[in-house]
């Protein structure tokens, strides 16, 4: 329905009939929708503008980052026909190996956002396995197992690095450092005092250790609060040889205040050198600063996944979900195809899961529940599986109704349903508020609008086009 032009235009090349905007008006509109997209933290009361609230801000930036995990569960899901119930395990996995690359191994964001993405979609391939005996419900039950083996595993025996039931601190993205605006050696037991922090031009602190004869030299790092930063900040990327001796840390210094470096020489020692830099780095630790690498990477994956199906492997995609057996007798690799759409499907997740793991800066596998999987195949029945706007629908509807609309309904709900059910304690109706209205939203999509918003919004483009003979 898409491909229907208004009266009077026409295709006259193949590229005309190929362009995914098919008139100038649909380019139009489509660039001022991204424009006034990276428009609005300008106008947050954080921003210069002050004309709305910064919750508006974050609750952007939450859908851009769930659209794309629904998105990657569209092109598994919508074009392919495999179901699955462990999108959010694969989400964890980009998140945790993403923080863990971080901390760990001095991985910056921009180098730890695709390892992690590729990461996550070689293990969606491992649990993509089963879609070659299996499919329907029993592939469902197939990937439930990784919903709940994958948890598992990032809670017991990776404990060690990615804490386990403790929430794990993700350290911010940032641009640089930039060239040094400071360079000086430290000496034995003489500390080096210093201002520092800035919320956007972050300092970014690092010492060399040089020669040293004898006993390596204690170093310390205080922070505004007289606190020694551990070398296990997530803040905090230590340096060491092959002997395991240290040669060196760097600090993202993101509290404003005075910061002091101290080397003491122990017993032993008899020389050390050693310089601290300086430099300045852009960061992203605020939530504004986020939205400007969630929202446009968001924009490009959607724009992305709707080509991936245009191409000859979506629509392999789409022939394996209308009728495998007939895709197989046309030569097509069901199998292979298969195993691409949960790999493509993982990296998806993988990609989201790293961006949330960022913008909360703060990590917990109760953010990974099995409910969020259940609550992303919810996001696309509502919006529409098998759309390349399906997503973007379904995930703006949901979390509108959950962060929106229910707290602006619930002192309303508060008054009338313990009147009409005084048999139940204001307790239970008080926790029971919330997954009665999802439910309800889900029921009445599924009753009225089984296609979807996507379904919807394409009838309504097409009735548009062909005024004034829509019917």
């Known amino acids: ?47 210069p503008l002050g004309l709305i ?66 990461l996550t979609g070689l293990i969606g391939l491992f649990f993509g396995l089963p879609s070659l005996r299996v499919k329907g419900f029993y592939l469902a039950m197939a990937t439930l197992a990784a919903q709940f083996i994958i948890p598992w595993v990032l809670r017991y025996p990776l404990e060690g690095i990615t804490g386990g039931t403790r929430p794990l601190n993700v350290p911010a993205p940032l641009i640089g450092p930039f060239a040094s605006y400071a360079d000086d050696p430290i000496d034995d037991a003489t500390p080096l005092v210093f201002q520092a922090g800035d919320p956007y031009l972050v300092d970014v602190i690092s010492l060399e250790l040089g020669r040293v004869d004898g006993a390596q030299p204690a170093i310390e790092l205080r922070n505004p609060s007289g606190d020694i930063v551990p070398p296990g900040d997530f803040n905090m990327t230590v340096f060491r040889d092959a002997d395991g001796e240290l040669t060196g840390f760097s600090y993202i210094a993101t509290k404003p205040g005075e910061y002091a470096v101290t080397a003491t020489a122990e017993a032993g020692a008899t020389a050390f050198r050693a310089r601290v830099r300086r430099g300045k780095a852009l960061s992203f630790a605020t939530e504004t600063a986020m939205y400007y690498i969630i929202v446009p990477l968001s924009v490009f994956l959607m724009f992305l996944a709707r080509n991936i199906a245009r191409t000859r492997t979506g629509r392999a995609f789409i022939s394996v979900r209308d009728n495998d057996l007939a895709a197989e ?16 499907s993982a990296v998806y997740a993988g990609i989201a899961g790293c961006l949330l793991a960022y913008e909360r800066n703060s990590l917990s596998l109760d953010m990974f529940r099995l409910d969020i999987s259940i609550e992303m195949l919810a996001m696309l029945i509502i919006g529409g599986a098998g759309y390349p706007l399906g997503a973007l629908f379904g995930v703006t509807f949901i979390r509108v109704l959950q962060e929106a609309a229910i707290p602006a309904l619930r002192p309303w709900l508060l008054e009338i349903l313990p009147v009409l059910f005084p048999f139940i304690e204001v307790v239970n109706i008080t926790s029971a508020i919330n997954p009665i209205l999802f439910g309800g939203a889900l029921i009445v999509f599924l009753v009225l609008e089984p296609r979807g918003i996507a379904h919807r919004w394409e009838v309504l483009k097409v009735a548009w086009k062909i005024r004034p003979y829509a019917y």
Not at 29 to 43: G, H, Q, R
Not at 329 to 344: D, E, H, P, Q, S
Request: aromatic share 12%.
């Open 1 to 47: 329905m898409a491909n229907i032009h208004p009266a009077g235009v026409f295709d006259t090349t193949y590229e005309e009939d190929m362009s995914v905007d098919r008139t100038p008006r649909d380019k139009l509109w489509k660039n001022l929708a991204f424009v006034a997209l990276l428009l609005v933290p300008l106008l947050s009361v954080s921003g």
């Open 329 to 344: 007798l046309l030569g097509i690799n069901v199998f292979g195809y298969k195993l691409r759409a949960f790999f493509l």
């Open 53 to 118: 609230s910064d919750q508006y801000v974050g609750l952007i930036a939450r859908i851009a980052i769930f659209v794309i995990a629904a998105q990657g569960l569209n092109i598994l899901v919508g074009y392919t026909g495999q179901i699955s119930l462990g999108h959010a395990a694969f989400m964890a996995i980009g998140a945790y190996s993403s923080a863990i690359l971080a901390r760990e191994l001095g991985f910056t964001f921009w180098t730890a956002l695709p390892v992690s993405a590729v």
